[in-house]
């Protein structure tokens, strides 16, 4: 098949359906295109090497990659995000039908939702299909973040999904809870496929717990729990402080490692003084490349999501990584991911938001012992292997992009 990309983000900004996707998918055989934009994420400063220009193409690894510009940004500010999605969006409409070659199928990464205007203006003026991969449901995570609270703009934005899932000839998502709520807006179930995402499994670096410690001295002798990953509003870690400090008398060895950025980050750090809580590491953000040590070093690796009915139906991107990392989780996320982690036996689920809760599920992690919490890791581990890889859902997207082509598969 020929097929072609468009996603707002693409290599070298951090992104799963990204250069590894692409690869893999030329492997099994495909002509491959991406439309993109100029990488300025998450910083929302462009990356070095890059200027903004009309068009911008270049090779990667292989892949055909066309930039076209955009409002380069990624602050608190909701006007400034705003700008930065709808300039990728009218960038890729006005110069997509010009740029791209024709290709069998298009597969279009969401979010943001206004990356759907190039594809759809591409189906109607070149007949191309295109398959919709919901990594976010809009509207409702922009009132979840508080992102936007302007009714009539939110309103716009359901309207414009909903056009959007009509228009598309099939849809891909990241969970079951996804796929029941697109039917309840409407979808019919046999448009929609669950795929579960992946990690880039060439940025993991798995090493033993020991060696991993000899790297991260500020991690030796402690029982860590480790978030790592963006710190902005929708991950809610208050309680997660609140937690700590909770802990900080009754359970010394314990510590709280905070790694990555975000808008919250500072305040945070106020919050551990005001807390007390002596038992909170911040460390700063590190590529995919260099936190193995940091993820090795973990006795538990927590997810933390607002307790909010959004993020019931979803999966956090980070709990593939730390599945494939084989470390204990600690799931403060309601809904599909607890029940992924009681499938798997992978870690212990709390509520989220929920000091005492978060506090409780690591004492017990603490409880059981080292030979428990190594079977649990290894049961992670495993069902990322059999059910989560790359491997496994690219080809589970190539069954879905070949069906909308009408292509057979080799």
């Not at 956090?316 to 470390?327: E, F, N, V």
């Amino acid at each position: 098949m020929r097929i072609l990309i468009i996603s707002q983000w693409f290599d070298p900004e951090p992104t799963f359906k990204g250069l590894a996707f692409a690869r893999e998918l030329v492997g099994l055989g495909h002509q491959v295109e991406v439309m993109t934009g100029f990488p300025n994420y998450p910083g929302g400063k462009l990356y070095p090497g890059y200027k903004l220009r009309l068009v911008q193409r270049e090779t990667i690894e292989g892949i055909s990659v066309i930039r076209v510009p955009l409002y380069p940004s990624h602050d608190a500010s909701s006007i400034k995000r705003i700008m930065n999605y709808v300039s990728f969006a009218f960038s890729a409409a006005l110069l997509g039908p010009i740029l791209v070659k024709r290709a069998d199928v298009v597969y279009v990464y969401h979010p943001p939702a206004t990356v759907a205007l190039p594809a759809i203006l591409l189906k109607l003026l070149r007949k191309m299909p295109f398959v919709y991969d919901i990594q976010d449901l809009w509207p409702d995570t922009l009132t979840a973040t508080g992102m936007v609270r302007n009714r009539l703009i939110l309103t716009c934005v359901d309207a414009w999904c909903r056009l959007t899932y009509r228009l598309a000839d099939h849809i891909a998502v990241l969970s079951p809870g996804f796929k029941t709520l697109l039917h309840e807006r409407g979808v019919p179930r046999d448009k929609v496929s669950v795929i579960f995402n992946w990690c880039d499994e060439t940025q993991i670096t798995s090493m033993a717990q020991s060696e991993a410690r000899k790297q991260e001295p500020d991690m030796a002798h402690r029982f860590n729990v480790v978030f790592a990953g963006t710190m902005g509003k929708a991950q809610a870690l208050d309680a997660v402080i609140d937690a700590a400090a909770l802990v900080v008398d009754r359970l010394p060895q314990v510590q709280f490692v905070f790694i990555g950025g975000g808008i919250e980050v500072e305040r945070l750090k106020r919050l551990k003084e005001e807390k007390r809580a002596g038992n909170v590491l911040f460390l700063p953000r590190r590529p995919m490349t260099e936190i193995g040590s940091a993820l090795c070093s973990a006795d538990a690796l927590l997810v933390h999501l607002q307790d909010s009915p959004l993020f019931e139906i979803t999966l956090p991107s980070k709990i593939q990584a730390y599945l494939a990392m084989g470390r204990p989780i600690i799931m403060a996320v309601r809904g599909d991911a607890a029940r992924l982690l009681e499938q798997t036996d992978a870690g212990i689920a709390c509520i989220p938001e929920d000091a005492p809760s978060i506090a409780a599920a690591v004492e017990r992690l603490v409880d059981i012992g080292q030979e428990r919490r190594d079977e649990m890791g290894r049961n992670g581990a495993r069902f990322y292997r059999q059910e989560l890889a790359l491997s496994v859902g690219v080809r589970k997207f190539e069954r879905v992009l070949a069906g909308v082509a009408g292509v057979e598969r080799r």
